[in-house]
């Protein structure tokens, strides 16, 4: 399978627990965007990187969110000192990088619940 | 409030039946995309349109955008189980500000 990967696909965590999530784009893929969604509610962006450079973050929710791509791969979000607002899906996509639209390609999502 | 409105949010219709789901907006943008969601999982890409009143058919699916590139609409002809899922709509305001709408939740009963 040569889709978007996502790890966990489902988080339980107690407030104040910190987490993170792994995100495995398209191999030839070097755009990697972070979505949440709650329930009833199309996408929400996070922020997004162009291989290894972050180029947006100003619509990470808090300053308790983060996302790193080290390698320009694989990508990970992490919540610190989690609240129960933060139960949401969270979302990966990624894209490639051409003069012409972005199509994005989702993976699963990760499911987070915090109690 | 959101920038793409999508109507009607939800939609329950029966097996054969036709049926038109709208994406508005006062922003002009430069794409948009549709894409279907089923529960649990990630949206999954249907279709782009790019040019002002481009139509485009996928099967017994019809998009259209408009000629403004403000606003879209999904018909699906011959409605099937299989349909059921949420369609979001998503505008490109550039090529990296992607906003999606709140969705339409399709039922197609058997």
């Known amino acids: 399978d040569t889709g978007v990967s996502q790890d966990p696909r489902h988080k339980i965590t107690k407030r104040g627990q910190n987490v993170t999530f792994r995100c495995d784009p398209i191999s030839e893929h070097n755009r990697l965007y972070w979505y949440r969604q709650t329930l009833g509610q199309g996408p929400e962006f996070l922020t997004y990187?162009?291989?290894?450079?972050?180029?947006?973050k100003s619509r990470l929710l808090s300053d308790r969110f983060s996302a790193e791509r080290p390698k320009g791969s694989f990508s990970t979000l992490e919540i610190q000192r989690t609240e129960q607002g933060d139960s949401a899906m969270y979302l990966c996509a990624s894209s490639e990088n051409w003069a012409g639209y972005n199509e994005q390609f989702f993976g699963p999502g990760t499911r987070l619940t915090v109690l | 409030t959101q920038l793409l409105e999508q109507s009607p949010q939800f939609l329950s219709i029966q097996e054969g039946e036709n049926l038109t789901v709208y994406c508005n907006s006062s922003?002009?943008?430069?794409?948009l995309q549709w894409y279907r969601q089923e529960p649990g999982e990630g949206p999954v890409l249907l279709v782009t349109v790019v040019t002002g009143g481009e139509v485009k058919k996928l099967k017994r699916l019809t998009f259209q955008f408009g000629d403004a590139r403000k606003d879209s609409s999904l018909h699906i002809t011959a409605a099937q189980p299989g349909d059921t899922g949420l369609y979001l709509c998503?505008?490109?305001?550039?090529?990296?500000?992607?906003?999606f709408g709140a969705g339409t939740r399709l039922t197609v009963k058997p």
């Open positions: 998503a505008g490109a305001l550039n090529n990296n500000d992607m906003r």
């Open positions: 990187f162009q291989n290894e450079a972050q180029l947006e």
């Open positions: 922003s002009v943008f430069s794409s």
